[in-house]
């Protein structure tokens, strides 16, 4: 299990190289850099110990973005990256968009396949978040990995399951949109499907 070294610093800090970054992707809505602030976080852990997982769950005001990072201590030529950064106490790392990541590919159909939950992100000021596998369709699911296909909602709304037409699993999650004192929301924020089906529309 990947441990959070407490009182940590990172440089870049989140708030700088994120926003940014949220600006340049084609699903972000928003006009030029967006000032973000963190309404929940979630971590997957990599059964090697190997690579941290963790996904920011933010908002400019207007729309909530979903950001899942993986954290690595070596270069991946299998993942994009979003930046380098300094950490105070495991040097630098790498980190990359967990969504092209395949550790967090895994993480994600691992979830769905059993129904398990993310563990909790261990950060303060913000309420707690989590993401929930649930299976739809468990024959499909014992396929490999590189059988299925997960899409990941970038920009999570507070909805019900949402369109399980051809869906074989869903990734559901919770979160305080308006700070950690207000009422918790429920959205969908992952979608399963075979790699052979079409996909229904963006997320």
């Not at 495991?90 to 895994?106: N, V």
């Not at 596998?133 to 999570?156: F, I, K, N, Q, Y």
Request: charged residues 20%; aromatic residues 6%; negative net charge.
């Amino acid at each position: 299990m990947a441990k959070i070294h407490a009182g940590a610093n990172l440089e870049p800090h989140f708030r700088e190289f994120l926003p940014p970054w949220v600006a340049r992707q084609s699903w972000y809505s928003g006009i030029g850099v967006p000032t973000l602030w963190p309404v929940g976080y979630f971590r997957f852990e990599d059964p090697d110990g190997v690579v941290g997982m963790e996904t920011h769950l933010l908002s400019d005001g207007t729309t909530r973005c979903q950001v899942p990072m993986t954290y690595r201590d070596a270069p991946a030529e299998t993942a994009s990256l979003i930046t380098t950064a300094e950490h105070s106490v495991l040097g630098t790392r790498w980190i990359y968009d967990g969504a092209t990541d395949p550790t967090w590919t895994r993480q994600v159909l691992a979830l769905v396949r059993t129904g398990g939950t993310s563990e909790p992100g261990g950060r303060v000021g913000v309420g707690d978040a989590q993401a929930r596998g649930h299976p739809l369709d468990a024959e499909s699911l014992r396929a490999p990995d590189e059988a299925l296909r997960v899409e990941l909602v970038r920009t999570p709304t507070p909805t019900g399951e949402g369109i399980t037409d051809g869906v074989v699993g869903l990734v559901l999650g919770h979160w305080h949109p308006d700070g950690p004192h207000s009422p918790p929301v429920t959205g969908r924020l992952a979608t399963v499907r075979t790699a052979t089906d079409s996909p229904s529309g963006p997320s």
